[in-house]
């Protein structure tokens, strides 16, 4: 079966530090890759996605990923932080249509 | 209506009971979706409909799930003789269509609660 693996459960940052979540996935099938974030007592929304071609995806919200083929890898980077930021990150990775999700990582920003 | 929607927000029901959550889609969205997020943990797969009928329905975990689409809009997911590990916030998504490059756009969830 795919999956997908999230290996930061909770990462504490203060504003303006860089932030790098990491995902990997398992192999096989079609690669379509997607970053969704949940802010508190929201729903999930897309902060960016990849299907094919350049590697690195630019999101919302200054957000960015990097699809690395050789590592299994699509780890979400943002230069600089902000308290707004605070949240709970998803990778996912379709499979047939449905979306098979990591654990998530949950983001703690302080002021 | 402009997003996905999902009613009741909050279901507490006591074990052996029946449910019924429901999921509104965003109109014009063919396919539709049912997940489960228990705490802690990712958003797990049930089952999902392109139209009227279950394209997938290998993620439901046993037969006292049941999902129904009846007009291919809004869904029902119904779960017979819950059991507190039943326990978790129920998500719905759509998509235009489906397919594995489609965003998937997700409503509030449902936290239901077994006693």
């Known amino acids: 079966a795919q999956s997908v693996s999230q290996h930061n459960h909770h990462v504490i940052l203060s504003e303006a530090a860089s932030l790098e979540l990491g995902c990997n996935y398992s192999?096989?099938?079609?690669?379509?890759l997607f970053w969704y974030v949940q802010y508190p007592g929201q729903h999930l929304q897309l902060l960016l996605k990849?299907?094919?071609?350049?590697?690195l995806v630019k999101g919302i919200k200054g957000f960015e990923a990097e699809f690395i083929k050789s590592k299994f890898s699509f780890n979400l980077r943002k230069p600089s932080v902000q308290w707004s930021d605070t949240a709970e990150y998803f990778c996912?990775?379709?499979?047939?249509?449905?979306?098979?999700f990591g654990q998530g990582t949950e983001l703690s920003v302080k002021p | 209506g402009a997003g996905v929607s999902q009613t009741p927000s909050n279901k507490v029901t006591e074990k052996g009971k029946y449910v019924e959550l429901r999921c509104d889609p965003i109109?014009?969205?063919?396919?539709l979706y049912w997940y489960r997020q228990s705490l802690g943990q990712g958003p797990e797969f049930l089952i999902y409909?392109?139209?009227?009928?279950?394209?997938?329905d290998s993620g439901l975990p046993n037969d006292r799930f049941f999902a129904v689409r009846p007009e291919g809009s809004v869904s029902t997911l119904k779960i017979q003789r819950t059991e507190r590990g039943d326990s978790a916030v129920y998500l719905c998504?759509?998509?235009?269509?489906?397919?594995?490059?489609?965003?998937?756009?997700f409503g509030p969830g449902t936290r239901l609660t077994v006693l």
């Open positions: 998504a759509s998509s235009f269509s489906p397919g594995t490059n489609n965003e998937q756009f």
């Open positions: 990849y299907f094919s071609g350049d590697p």
């Open positions: 192999y096989g099938g079609t690669v379509n």
């Open positions: 996912a990775k379709n499979q047939g249509g449905k979306l098979i």
């Open positions: 109109s014009g969205h063919t396919a």
């Open positions: 409909f392109q139209g009227t009928g279950a394209a997938d």
